[in-house]
């Protein structure tokens, strides 16, 4: 991560909000995607999936259905994902174990 991603970060104060940027999230399934063995076709697929419904939810475009919830940041704009919207749409597909 960059200086600049780092400093929108903390100015973002995304820590105390229990929020994620896309990064974040990617992270986070790769992740659990190391803990759970024989599982790297599924894990390329899940962070694909989130990569499209992600650049569909940044350029307005309508989105499948998805249950990942997201918001925006009122100053930078950026999307964000909750934790616990993240954490649950991964146990759908038997990120953790």
Known sequence: M???STL???LMNLDATD???ADDVRSYL???FARVKNKSVQSLNLISHFNEYHSQ???GAPTKKVTLNYTRHRLFKDVLYPKKSVQQWAKQYDVDG
């Open 19 to 21: 929020l994620m940027t």
């Open 2 to 4: 960059g200086i600049r």
């Open 8 to 10: 929108k970060k903390e």
């Open 30 to 32: 790769k992740l659990h």
């Open 57 to 59: 939810v940044v350029s």
